[in-house]
Structure formats: C-alpha cells, structure tokens
C-alpha cells in the first residue's frame, strides 16, 4: 500500500460523463488533486460509461481500482446488495475506503469504512415532501429513473413519507434506467400519468436533467398552472425555472463539496493518519428556491453548483 513517504494514490469511482451532476463532482476531484500530486500522491477517476450494466459495471471499477493497488478508494454505495463485497475486499486489502455521495454512515461503518461523505437521501426526501405540502401540494409523484438504486429509493421513499406526514399522499413512478437522461421518454411518462391522474399537483424528480424533461412533460398535459415542479441536484435550466417562478424548488447535496472533501479528507488520511469527529460528513440537504435562488445562480456561474 502506500510508499514511506506515504503518498496517497486514490482511485475515485463516479458516474458517467455526460451526467452534469457527476461533471461538478469531478470538479470537486479535480480542486483537490493538486494538494494530493504535492505530497507525492494522485487521483485516478474510473467513471461508468453508461448506466445500462449499473451493477455489475460498479463492481468492476471496484475490482479495477483493488487490481491497481491503490491506497485509498472513494466509491458511492449504489447497489448494495453488489458492491458490498467488492468493497469488503477492498478494505480486507488494505485499502481506506471512504463512502460519497450513497450509501450512509451506518453503511460506511457496517463496510468498514472510514467516512461518509454526502447527504442523508432519506432526510432530503422528507425535506421535499414537507415542503410540497408546505405549499400547498396534496398529491406529489417522485420520477424515479434509477429504479432499485439504494439512494434515489430512499430519496422518493422520503418524499413519500414527508408529504403523507402532511396529510398529503404520494407515489412513484418507475421508468427503466435507460430512460435516466432520455428528455423523450420522461417527458412522455409524466404528461401520460399526469392525464390519467387529475390529482396529482406536485412532480419532484431524482435528477435535475430529469427536471428539464419532466417541465416539458408538465407543460404538455397542460398541467403548468396546477402542477408544481421540485427537484433534487441543480442545474441552470433548473435554477432559471426557480428564478422565473415555473418550477418552485430543488433540493442540493453540494456535488463540489462531496468530490473536494470525500478525496481530500481520504488523501490527508494516508498521508498523515489525520481523523475527523465528525462522522458522517454532511453535505445537504439544502432547499434552493426563491429566497435564495441569487447566492446559488453565482456559484453555478463558477461550474461549482
């Protein structure tokens, strides 16, 4: 494992590259690898190439990065009922495992790992669904693209509970995973399911691309007026619906400061046995919306939100 200079060779494993969400986590990777390269270390990213093989293709990063001898591995919990062994081994191999973006502390403890870094999906889940029925929504579909995936199950499943703590209800909707970025086929779903529902007066979406396609979908069942828009990560499209009065909320998890703080806390870890108090490392969930809709539009302007 790492030299008697204790340089720390991370390998970081995260979404595919056209995944806007994963672009600011790389951001984030990319600020820190200079300090990591200075004291004699580096970053290698092993990102997915697509969505289609989710699990098994998680798995074989994992298995790459334990092949590449690496000192340190950041790696998001997805797939659980997968992963969980690969990253079993990787820890039985020396290798300091810090968890980012899924999976959670209990999880990043059962695994062996050092840390989480990243929001409680369930928590913002709630959050979202308390403040649908904050404003009035009654009845909130969540769009789930990544069906079977552990952090955007717990993200609905929360939605779920927070507006039905309200007394309001929810559901979800299911698409296959090769839906995940196709603009055609989510806005289709939606306007299908918002015609056949007259209730249904909230859409929260688990990404901020499937936003994009789910305002579309919106405004083709004519629904614009009565069905309001939510949801989590951010992007400009998004953030410019939100200042516009379109779409009312989204919910952020910090990308930047998951890829920064996963792979720097990781690298500092190696190189000087430092530890943090603070277990989990929390980086939302934080509502984005009118009032404070100006602060988020200057770091998006920075590609850091």
């Known amino acids: 494992m790492a030299s008697s200079a204790m340089a720390a060779n991370i390998a970081v494993v995260g979404g595919?590259?056209?995944?806007?969400?994963?672009?600011?986590?790389?951001?984030?990777?990319?600020d820190a690898t200079p300090g990591i390269v200075a004291n004699g270390g580096s970053v290698n990213?092993?990102?997915?190439?697509?969505?289609?093989?989710?699990?098994?293709?998680?798995?074989?990063?994992?298995?790459?990065?334990?092949?590449?001898?690496?000192?340190?591995?950041?790696?998001?919990n997805w797939v659980t009922e997968a992963e969980d062994p690969a990253i079993k081994d990787a820890v039985a191999a020396g290798i300091k495992v810090i968890l980012m973006n899924a999976g959670g502390a209990d999880k990043a403890r059962e695994l062996g790992a050092i840390n989480y870094v990243g929001s409680d999906e369930y928590v913002a889940g709630v959050a979202g669904g308390e403040y649908f029925a904050e404003h009035g929504q009654k009845n909130v579909l969540c769009i789930n693209t990544l069906p079977g995936t552990a952090n955007i199950e717990a993200r609905c499943k929360g939605v779920i509970d927070g507006i039905?703590?309200?007394g309001g209800k929810g559901a979800q909707l299911p698409l296959p995973s090769t839906s995940f970025g196709d603009a055609t086929a989510v806005a289709e779903a939606i306007k299908a399911t918002l015609l056949q529902d007259e209730t249904i007066d909230g859409v929260i979406t688990i990404s901020a691309g499937d936003a994009d396609s789910a305002a579309i979908g919106i405004s083709q069942a004519d629904k614009t007026a009565t069905t309001m828009l939510g949801?989590?990560?951010?992007?400009?499209?998004?953030?410019?619906?939100?200042?516009?009065?379109t779409q009312l909320f989204a919910i952020d998890q910090q990308p930047y400061l998951q890829g920064f703080l996963a792979t720097t806390l990781l690298a500092s870890a190696i190189d000087f046995g430092t530890d943090l108090p603070t277990f989990p490392v929390l980086?939302?969930?934080?509502?984005?919306?009118?009032?404070?809709i100006d602060a988020t539009l200057a770091g998006v302007s920075r590609g850091a939100r």
């Open 231 to 245: 949801t989590f990560d951010l992007n400009q499209a998004g953030l410019d619906r939100v200042k516009g009065g």
């Open 16 to 30: 595919s590259n056209d995944d806007a969400f994963w672009n600011i986590i790389k951001k984030g990777l990319d």
């Open 283 to 292: 980086t939302g969930p934080g509502i984005v919306d009118a009032s404070n």
């Open 45 to 76: 990213y092993l990102r997915l190439v697509n969505y289609d093989n989710f699990a098994p293709d998680v798995v074989q990063l994992i298995r790459t990065a334990i092949s590449m001898d690496v000192d340190g591995l950041v790696i998001p």
């Open 164 to 166: 039905t703590a309200k």
